[in-house]
């Protein structure tokens, strides 16, 4: 493929991952990394690192979609700062930790690992499970503990974060609305050290295809973000026009069949 026709299909790529985002009201990783996979086998890119390159640019784009989301909540005053600056350091080096777990594992097993997870996610909606909320105020050890895990989960399979992180912050006593701003924020360091962490590990291998530094691949990071952020407020537009429970039902099996492929 010519650049150009790369970078179109990467254009492509970011608009239906921005929609399905945006539709589905989750992070662009569990949508971005699947779509990037196919992307990079159509490529002909290596399969030993394929899975470790989707999960690098899908942390790289959340790195500017974040940012982007974490602001928004930031100006509506939605985000609880000292649970934040609680879970930082955790999120930090767990988001560091992940990238290393990720490096030392073959892209077959990381692949199988992702599709476990994605089921695992794609049960929990089918059934409606929502996060629990509770009345009891962390301290600073049993933050810095899910701090560490929700980074390196978060890193090893290329997402920001709010998977684990709205559900304990639930759990913690926040209302919804500070839940999602504060896992907002708590994806950009996630993305940030993870992608760069991403970029360090896969520096110089021979098995990467043009275009890549480390495990960020720029043209499909440069597609997906000029058209997801634009594209997301039209999948906002077609969520409205849908039940809640046709949403749930069918982001759980998109989802159930996302995790199926990588497991087979």
């Not at 589905?24 to 290596?46: M, R």
């Not at 499909?220 to 973000?225: D, K, P, Q, S």
């Amino acid at each position: 493929m010519s650049l150009i026709a790369t970078l179109l299909a990467y254009l492509a790529l970011g608009a239906a991952a921005g929609t399905l985002a945006g539709l589905y009201g989750v992070g662009g990783g569990l949508i971005i990394v699947p779509a990037l996979i196919v992307a990079f086998e159509l490529q002909g890119v290596a399969p030993e690192v394929a899975m470790h390159l989707a999960v690098g640019t899908s942390l790289a784009t959340i790195v500017v979609t974040g940012a982007s989301s974490a602001w928004g909540h930031h100006r509506r005053g939605s985000i609880r700062r000292d649970w934040f600056l609680a879970l930082l350091p955790g999120l930090v080096l767990g988001a560091i930790a992940g990238v290393f777990i990720a490096g030392n594992l073959s892209g077959g097993r990381l692949g199988t690992l992702f599709g476990v997870f994605v089921i695992l996610v794609a049960l929990k909606m089918a059934l409606g499970r929502g996060p629990r909320p509770g009345s009891v105020q962390p301290g600073p050890t049993s933050m810095g503990v899910a701090g560490a895990v929700i980074g390196g989960v978060s890193a090893l399979f290329g997402i920001g974060g709010g998977t684990l992180s709205v559900p304990w912050l639930s759990r913690c006593g926040a209302t919804m609305t500070q839940a999602v701003g504060t896992s907002s924020a708590c994806g950009l360091p996630i993305a940030l050290f993870g992608a760069a962490t991403f970029v360090v590990v896969g520096w110089g291998n021979p098995l990467l295809p043009a275009g890549a530094v480390g495990f960020v691949m720029l043209p499909a990071f440069l597609g997906i973000v000029l058209a997801s952020v634009p594209c997301a407020r039209l999948g906002v537009i077609l969520a409205h026009r849908l039940s809640a429970r046709v949403l749930r039902l069918s982001f759980a099996a998109l989802l159930a069949v996302v995790g199926l492929k990588f497991l087979l």
